[in-house]
Structure formats: C-alpha cells, structure tokens
C-alpha cells in the first residue's frame, strides 16, 4: 500500500502501475471535502516519492466518480473575506498541480457522474476514460459561482474556448458521447474496462506512441488564440450568455470574463486570476441564496426520504376526472412508472385526458427523449374508465375534479365505496379546507390533499396537505408517490389555500391595490418581472385564469376576511365580469393572438384601460422601489405568517414551496431569505411605511419581536 487514509488509498497494480481510489468512508458518495483535499494532497506526495512507477490509474469505488465539492462546506468558508477564499482556492490548487506534475503518466476512469470539483480532479489528470453511462460537467453557474480547482483553466485549453464556454457557462451534466466529441475525454468504454483501457494508454505513452507531456503542456499553456480570434471568441460569447443568463445572474459572464483574462497566462498566473474571480462570485448574495437553496433542497429530499421508509406501496393509482389536470396527472403516473386508471363519468372527459397525454407523450418523441415503442407502453400504463370496476385494486386515488366543495364531497364518498379500506384519497384541491372535505368519509384517516399545480408535467412542487385526522401512513404514501413522480412535495398543514396560494393571493391583493391607486398594470408586470419574477401579476393571472383567481380569491377572503376581503370592485372583478378570463379564452389584462410557431403570444388591449376606469380611484405614478414594496410585502408578510401558523414546519419548506410553487425568484432564495437579507428590522420599518393600506401590510408581533433583537429565519 503506498497510501492509505479515510477517504483516499494507493495501491501498486500490474506492471509498476499504481492505482488511487476514492472512497470515502460512511458516506454513499465521494466528495470534495477538506478531508478529501487533505489527502489527495498527501497520496501526490507518496506517488512523487516512489521509485519506478510507470503511471497512475485515478479511480472510484463508489457508483458515482465525484459528485463535486461538498456544499454543507460553503456557508461557513463563503462567509470568510475575499483573500481568505482566493488562499483557500489556491492551496486547493495546489494539490491538483501535484497531481498534475506526476513524473509519469496519469489516466482518469469516470465510472459514473463527475461534477464541478470531481470533473476538475479528471482534468488534472493527462488522459481520461468514460463509461457509457457516466456523465461529467462543470454545473457550478447554478451556484452563483464558477469552478474554481483549475475548472476555467484546462477546460478551455483542452476543448477550445466556445466549447468550454458552453460546458462552464450552461452549467450542464454531459453524456459521454458528447465529452468525447469534444475531447474533453479520450475514449468511451463498457464500466469493467475502465482500468484495462486506462492502463493501455499508460502502456502507449511508454511505449512513445503517445505524448503525455506534450498533452500535458497544452493544458498548462495559454489557449492558442491569436489576440483577434480570442477577442471576437470571448466578445460574442459574453453578448450571447449575458442575453441568455439575465442581470440577475452573474455568474456565468464573470466564468468568461475570468477565462479572457487568463487566456494569454500560462498555468500558476491563469490559476491565480480564477481564484480572484471566483471569490468575488462567492462574496455575492446571488450565490448565497442560490447556495441556500441548494441547501433547503437537500433538506427537503432527506424529509421525504424519512416519509418513504413509512409509506404503504403504490403499485396501481387512479385519478378521478380526466381532463387536462386529469390527463397531466395520469401522464405524470406513467411515465414515471405507476400504472394508473383514469376515470371520467363521460367520454369527452376521458378523450381530452387521454388527447393531453398522447400530446406530452409525442413532444418527448419529437424531441428524440423517447422512441415510439416506449410511448406506447406509457399510454397503455393508463386505462380509461367510465365506472369503479378496478377500484378494489387501487392503492392511491388522486381525485381531480371541479374545484367546488359539494362535487368533491360527492365524489370522494362515492370513491370511498369503491376502493379498498386500505386505500389512501387524496384531493387536487387548490383552496378547499382537507378537514372540511374529511367530515363526511368513514377513514378520514386515510385521506389528504395532494396539490399538483399546473401544467403538471412542468411544475415540480406537490404540496401534501395533512387534514385533523390524516395518518402519518396517508402523508407517507402520498409522499412516496409525489417523489416517484418526479415531484418534490412539501407536507403542509390545513388552511384555506394552504401554503402557496395562501401566499400568492396577499401578493395579488397587492396588486389590485396599486391599480386601484393608479398605477399601470403594464408597468407593474415589468418591474415585477425585472425583480426576477418568471411573468408579471397581471400576466399571471391570465395564466391561472380569471374564473380560478376569483374563486380561489373568494374562499381566501371567506378564510382570513381581515385582511383577504375586498369592500370595493378588483381589477380581478372587472376581468372576470367582463368575460376576460386570460389565455383561455384568448383575452384578459392582455390579449392573445398565436404566433407562427403556433404559440400564445400576449398583444396590448387598449380596452382593458376602458374597462378598469370605475375601479381606479386616483392617476398616480409609482416608483419601481414602491412597486417592488407594495407586491412583495403582503407576500412576505403571510409567508411569516404561514410559519408563525405551523403551516409549514420550517423557513426551508416555505421558501422552497414559493419557489418551486409560484416561481419565486430563485436567486433572492424565498420570502424568508428576502426579509433576512433585507435585515428583518429594515424590513418591518418597510412595512410600516405602508401600514394605511391595510392588514395586509401589518407585521405580526413575533416579527417585530425578531426585529428587536436581531433574530433571522436562517441562522
């Protein structure tokens, strides 16, 4: 054994060859973590150090190669200053130079993902080799960051500046056949010929038909652009991904700033410039929350982890009306795995559910994502019905029909006769109390909301809604079937819109309020969108549809009449007595007209300034500051309050159910980070300014407590 530690060993195989392992201990995955640093540092030192070896074969024991560097780790090392990072990056850096400089040649076997700093550790090594099925990236833009262990370095000079611009700036995983078509590895083989292949390119380099150190000094030279080509390279490339990222996210024009700079530098000079650029990125909010995120996700994925070693099997579900919410749902079932029965009480309801999955299921094949033959299998995974007659097979119903209380009762009783004592009903209701549609089933224990939001197969939240008299068994399954999905579903307690239209519509009431006051609908859109929200409230309201926002709003203000209900005519009210429903009937705020792709497309309506004429009470210009205050402080405020309310069990759960809900601005990372950035101080005295429009705008006393003594929501 040359080397042996808890995450790293180094052994001599065959022919003077030795062999470095990654396998860290107690964890399912390898990762960059400062013990694993630590020791790759010291098993370079060994290898340095031995007499006659011939080359170094760099492997993993695990399925995955490196999954990347370990992100529990950031918070606490961002939080150091700028300098403190960049030394941190380049005694990082350090130990992948002496890898890198090994006095004979060095071979990569990716047997499975290598991501961010597991991809870099594969590019310090002078050849790489790939299973079929691994892939590799630099996905560290989706972080606010960029690599920073030599990742902008010798990836532009291994695969050219437009390639490694793509790989660092899109942040994507990549297929092994895409990795060699652009070199970035020299040779894809079956998993249990990895090292063969890897100790063959070690034997040719000895035997002089390959030339590892010319291979080597390539990478550790400067990109071999003259100044116009690397000019007009990096000027167009900046152009383009600034378009495509947005001002919101820095990250991925400062990966090609920092490769511009570089290019001309050989390797310890071009090093030194990516740590500096890469403190800089770290030191951001942007990456803070987006680290955040990461963060709350993980923590997430571990509860409903915890929920699946207690849920009951679902090997057959059902859903109960077709449709397009029907239809999306039984599609979602199949594709993921999980036959479903799809029940209408007439066949038209059946036609359109089954028209929107042969629809989803044709884009897929259009896309070259699936072939003929594996749609077919998906769309005879779901069965048509008129009538309860499989029922008593059923392990999980999804009851999706009309978003009306007396219905659903209707039809949940009905379905309980039919299924098995121990199956589990589960409601797609947006609004509708989980307790109120219990109070008539015999095994109220066995039944709990599950919100899927629309369109079904896009959205990835699924919120789990426990009723007075759930079970953790229901919760369980109903979990276990959202993950198995594809879904990430979020466990929240009963109330009147329960977690996230509970929160949107106080954003709503914003909304109407600052078009009451005066202010342009357009313009609202447009600074809400600049904030970083994916459409304006205008838009979006269009997009939910008229009829739904005022239904849902109604049941909101009969919930919290405080601060929900409305004296006068909306702005919603106006649209939705007008017939202006939005894209479902083609006109709304907006007016929408197909473009030649076949696509919506919204045009300006004059009409709609007409027709909000009664409800506008005074002609006011808003700044973007107060726009920004007026929308986001309802939103907020009810966020806090859905906490305080034991809604939801955590600040993570609320801030990933809006983003993952409502398309909350990821980069801002939720409502609660929004006001601990803000500083909760700042933010109740925001909130105060507002304090004559309304509850709405009210801060609860808990909040203005943790503005006194200086309490946030994340530690």
């Known amino acids: 054994m040359i080397y042996e530690g808890k ?14 392992d990654f396998d860290l201990q107690g964890e399912s995955v390898n990762k960059f973590n400062r013990l694993t640093i630590e020791e790759l540092g010291a098993a370079a030192e060994a290898l340095k150090s031995q007499k006659n070896l011939k080359g170094l074969v760099v492997t993993s024991s695990k399925d995955s190669f490196i999954v990347g560097a370990d992100i529990t780790e ?36 990716i047997n499975g993902i290598a991501l961010g700093g597991g991809f870099e550790m594969c590019l310090a090594t002078d050849y790489r080799v790939m299973a079929p099925k691994a892939k590799v990236g630099l996905p560290e833009t989706k972080l606010g960051i960029f690599p920073g262990f030599g990742g902008t370095v010798r990836l532009s000079r291994l695969v050219g500046v437009d390639n490694a611009v793509e790989w660092i700036a899109g942040g994507a995983e990549n297929r092994a056949d895409a990795a060699l078509k652009v070199g970035a590895v020299d040779a894809v083989v079956a998993p249990d010929q990895l090292v063969a292949a890897a100790v063959a390119i070690i034997n040719q380099c000895n035997e002089g038909k390959l030339d590892n150190l ?71 909010n942007v990456a803070a929350c987006l680290v955040g995120l990461f963060l709350n996700d993980q923590a997430l994925k571990k509860k409903a982890s915890a929920w699946e070693k207690e849920a009951s099997d679902v090997k057959l579900a059902a859903v109960l009306g077709a449709g397009i919410m029907g239809g999306g749902v039984a ?35 259009d896309k070259g994502r699936m072939d003929a033959g594996k749609m077919a299998d998906v769309l005879n995974s779901i069965t048509p019905t008129l009538n309860y007659g499989d029922f008593k097979n059923v392990d999980l119903v999804v009851e999706a029909v009309v978003e009306n209380a007396k219905v659903k009762d209707a039809v949940l009783r009905e379905t309980e006769e039919a299924v098995r004592e121990d199956a589990i009903l589960t409601s797609n209701t947006s609004t509708i109390s989980i307790n109120l549609l219990a109070k008539n089933l015999k095994r109220p224990e066995n039944f709990c909301g599950m919100h899927f939001f629309n369109p079904v197969h896009m959205m990835p939240l699924v919120e789990v809604i426990r009723g007075e008299k759930t079970s953790d068994r229901a919760i369980a399954t109903t979990v276990a079937y959202a993950k198995a999905m594809g879904k990430t579903p979020i466990v929240v307690n009963d109330c009147p819109g329960f977690l996230v239209n509970r929160v949107l519509f106080p954003y709503f009431g914003g909304f109407v309020g600052l078009v009451r006051d005066g202010a342009d609908f357009q313009k609202v859109d447009k600074v809400m969108e600049k904030f970083g929200w994916p459409m304006g409230p205008a838009y979006l309201l269009d997009v939910v549809g008229m009829d739904t926002g005022k239904h849902a709003g109604e049941v909101m203000a009969e919930g919290f009449p405080d601060r929900m209900k409305h004296a006068e005519t909306t702005a919603i009210d106006v649209m939705f007595e007008n017939n202006r429903y939005g894209q479902k009937n083609d006109v709304g705020f907006y007016k929408y007209e197909l473009d030649r792709k076949g696509k919506q497309k919204k045009v300006v309506d004059e009409e709609t300034y007409k027709l909000l004429e009664p409800v506008v009470q005074a002609k006011s210009d808003f700044s973007d500051e107060d726009i920004i205050a007026r929308m986001m402080i309802p939103l907020c405020l009810e966020t806090v309050r859905c906490l305080e309310d034991g809604i939801v069990e955590d600040p993570a759960d609320a801030d990933m159910g809006l983003i993952f809900g409502i398309g909350f601005p990821p980069f801002r990372g939720g409502a609660l980070r929004y006001i601990d950035d803000m500083g909760v101080d700042k933010f109740v005295e925001l909130a105060d300014k507002f304090a004559d429009l309304g509850p709405l705008y009210h801060p609860t006393e808990k909040l203005r407590e943790m503005a006194k003594t200086g309490e946030k929501f994340f530690g």
């Not at 995450?7 to 470095?20: P, R, S, W, Y």
């Not at 599609?331 to 795995?337: D, E, I, P």
């Open 74 to 109: 950031f918070t606490e090392l961002f939080a150091g200053s700028e300098e403190e990072l960049v030394a941190n990056n380049l005694k990082a850096n350090e130990v992948f130079n002496a890898v890198e400089d090994l006095p004979f040649p060095t071979v990569t076997a």
């Open 214 to 284: 010319a291979r080597r000094e390539e990478k550790k030279g400067k990109i071999k652009l003259n100044a116009m080509e690397s000019m007009m390279a990096f000027e167009i490339s900046k152009a383009f991904v600034a378009g495509k990222a947005g001002k919101n996210y820095p990250a991925p024009v400062e990966a090609i700033k920092t490769m511009q700079k570089h290019a001309g530098m050989t390797r310890d000079k071009a090093l030194e410039v990516e740590a500096k650029g890469f403190a800089k990125m770290a030191k951001t």
């Open 7 to 20: 995450a790293i060993t180094v052994k001599e195989i065959d022919g003077g060859i030795a062999q470095l």
């Open 331 to 365: 599609y979602q079932s199949a594709l993921k795995g999980t036959p479903i029965i799809m029940k209408d009480i007439n066949q038209d309801g059946i036609a359109l559910g089954l028209k929107e999955a042969k629809k989803l299921l044709s884009k897929r094949v």
